[in-house]
């Protein structure tokens, strides 16, 4: 996710001078992080360009690059609260079930005390490819098609059976954390700086006004 700050007009019947700055998320970085293997059945991490298909508040279907698979009170599949979409909708598993994820998305659920050999499929991940130029970031860190590209690809992305996925294994951020500190340091110092010279041209202004006022 990408921060920004932008100047935002404000409206009414005096003169347009006014602005405020509201903080805004202008896009995000889609470098692939790091991966971290947990050995959990549930985490996936996807191929780059790869994402997966959730079930948004209102009933549309998002996208998250967040493997991280979670089993809600009632069996669903979810990511972040989010119902995860298999190829057929949101996926359900058999309570206290042993749950595996293939390589191809594929789910298969053992029940408890069945032998190894019933293990039997529950559904398939939806899994899609976008661009990070095709979707944007909502307020809820779901990914939805941007306008434009659902000119072109219609309103939903298509499921891509070339896609795989890493069972075991969480993608990590991409964030430099020192590079990061040392862009947090030297802003600060920007900051110091311009506030000096401000500080040092109101002294100017006022030894002026001193000077004039003598004269």
Do not use: C
């Given at each position: 996710?990408?921060?920004?700050?932008?100047?935002?007009?404000?409206e009414?019947?005096?003169?347009?001078?006014?602005?405020?700055?509201t903080?805004?998320?202008?896009?995000?970085?889609?470098?692939?992080?790091?991966?971290?293997?947990?050995?959990?059945?549930?985490?996936?991490?996807?191929?780059?360009?790869?994402?997966?298909?959730?079930?948004?508040?209102?009933?549309?279907?998002?996208?998250?690059?967040?493997?991280?698979?979670?089993?809600?009170?009632?069996?669903?599949?979810?990511?972040?609260?989010?119902?995860?979409?298999?190829?057929?909708?949101?996926?359900?598993?058999?309570?206290?079930?042993?749950?595996?994820?293939a390589?191809?998305?594929?789910?298969?659920?053992?029940?408890?005390?069945?032998?190894?050999?019933?293990?039997?499929?529950?559904?398939?991940?939806?899994?899609?490819k976008?661009?990070?130029?095709?979707v944007?970031?909502?307020?809820?860190?779901?990914f939805?098609?941007?306008?434009?590209?659902?000119?072109?690809?219609?309103?939903?992305?298509?499921?891509?059976?070339?896609?795989?996925?890493?069972?075991g294994?969480?993608?990590?951020?991409?964030?430099?954390?020192?590079?990061?500190?040392s862009?947090?340091?030297?802003?600060a110092?920007?900051?110091?700086?311009?506030?000096?010279?401000?500080?040092?041209?109101?002294?100017?202004?006022?030894?002026?006004?001193?000077?004039?006022?003598?004269?």
């Amino acid at each position: 996710q990408l921060n920004a700050l932008r100047a935002v007009p404000v409206e009414g019947l005096s003169l347009p001078t006014r602005t405020l700055v509201t903080a805004s998320t202008p896009g995000a970085d889609m470098t692939p992080g790091k991966m971290d293997y947990t050995s959990r059945p549930l985490d996936v991490a996807l191929q780059q360009d790869g994402w997966l298909a959730v079930q948004t508040a209102d009933g549309s279907e998002g996208y998250t690059r967040n493997g991280s698979i979670q089993v809600d009170p009632t069996g669903q599949l979810t990511i972040q609260g989010h119902p995860v979409i298999g190829e057929a909708g949101p996926i359900a598993v058999p309570e206290g079930a042993e749950i595996t994820i293939a390589a191809d998305g594929t789910i298969s659920a053992l029940n408890p005390g069945d032998p190894a050999n019933t293990v039997a499929p529950v559904g398939r991940l939806k899994l899609v490819k976008a661009t990070g130029s095709e979707v944007q970031r909502g307020d809820d860190g779901i990914f939805r098609l941007s306008a434009e590209s659902q000119a072109t690809r219609g309103p939903v992305l298509q499921a891509d059976p070339t896609l795989r996925v890493m069972s075991g294994v969480l993608e990590g951020s991409n964030v430099n954390a020192v590079a990061a500190m040392s862009d947090m340091i030297a802003s600060a110092r920007r900051f110091e700086m311009q506030m000096k010279v401000i500080s040092s041209v109101d002294d100017n202004a006022g030894r002026a006004n001193q000077l004039l006022s003598m004269s």
